[in-house]
C-alpha cells in the first residue's frame, strides 16, 4: 500500500515534443505529490509539487496533472529539450504527522534527442 | 549546488567491513533524511532525523545504523557489508519535519562499492 508505481521505465522523445510519465498511488493517506528530477552524478532535485485540492500546476514547460479518484498522476514536460535529458522520480508523502516520509517511485530515465 | 555536503564521494570496501558516511545538511535545517539508491530498487528512503532525534524509519537493514549530533551532521554506519549493499547513499535535509510542503534538498550522494 506504500508503493507508488512509476511508468515507462525509460522514454525517448525528439526535440520539441512531449514527455509523459505516469505514476499510480495506493495509499489514500498521501496528499502531497512531488517530482524530482535526477542529473547523472547528482542528487534528485525537486522539479514542482501537488497537492490534490487541485487538479493541474504548471510551471514554465512542467505541468502536474493530478486525478484524485484515479489516485494517479503525472508530468508532462511540454516542448521538451535535451537539457530536460535527466532521470525523473514522482514521489507522495503524508501531508501532516509530524514527519515526513516520502515514497519514491522507481524512477523515469529521459532522453531527448536532438 | 543544494548545500547539503556529503562525504566521501566514493568508498570502495570488502565484505564484512563497517563504513560511515557523513552528511552536513543545510544551513538552518533541522531535519536530515538517507535514502539509498540502487539500480534495480530505486530511491529507497532509509530513516529521518530531526534535532538529534530519529523521527522515522524506512527499509533500514538492522546493520544499519544513523545518528544525527548536536551541530546537526548526520552520520550513517554500514556493518557487516554484503555486496548487495552497493549503492548510491544520498542524505537530504528539510527545515523542520512537520506535515507540509517540505522541500527535501538532496547532497550529491556517497557511491558505495562493495567488494
Known amino acids: 500500500q506504500q508503493q507508488v508505481k512509476q511508468s515507462p521505465q525509460s522514454l525517448i522523445v525528439q526535440k520539441g515534443g512531449i514527455s509523459i510519465i505516469n505514476c499510480a498511488y495506493e495509499?489514500?493517506?498521501?496528499?502531497?505529490f512531488p517530482w524530482y528530477q535526477q542529473f547523472p552524478g547528482k542528487g534528485p532535485a525537486l522539479l514542482i509539487a501537488?497537492?490534490?485540492?487541485?487538479s493541474e500546476k504548471k510551471e514554465g514547460r512542467f505541468t502536474i496533472s493530478f486525478n484524485k479518484s484515479a489516485k494517479q498522476f503525472s508530468l508532462h514536460i511540454m516542448d521538451s529539450q535535451p537539457g530536460d535529458s535527466a532521470t525523473y522520480f514522482c514521489a507522495a508523502s503524508p501531508y501532516s504527522g509530524g514527519y515526513q516520509k516520502v515514497t519514491f517511485g522507481t524512477g523515469t530515465k529521459l532522453q531527448v534527442i536532438p | 549546488d543544494s548545500g547539503v555536503t556529503q562525504t566521501p564521494k566514493h568508498l570502495i570496501t570488502a565484505t564484512g567491513q563497517r563504513v560511515t558516511l557523513r552528511c552536513s545538511p543545510r544551513s538552518g535545517d533541522l531535519s536530515v533524511y538517507w535514502y539509498q539508491q540502487s539500480l534495480d530498487q530505486g530511491l529507497q528512503f532509509l530513516i529521518q532525523y530531526y534535532n538529534g532525534e530519529e523521527r522515522a524509519k524506512g527499509n533500514i537493514l538492522e546493520r544499519f545504523s544513523a545518528q544525527q549530533f548536536p551541530d546537526l551532521h548526520s552520520e550513517l554506519n554500514l556493518s557487516s557489508l554484503e555486496l548487495g549493499d552497493s549503492a548510491l547513499y544520498f542524505c537530504?535535509?528539510?527545515?523542520?519535519?512537520?506535515?507540509?510542503?517540505?522541500?527535501?534538498?538532496f547532497g550529491p550522494g556517497t557511491r558505495l562499492l562493495v567488494l
Open positions: 537530504a535535509s528539510s527545515v523542520a519535519p512537520a506535515g507540509g510542503l517540505e522541500t527535501q534538498y
Open positions: 501537488i497537492r490534490p485540492d487541485v
Open positions: 495509499n489514500t493517506a498521501f496528499d502531497y
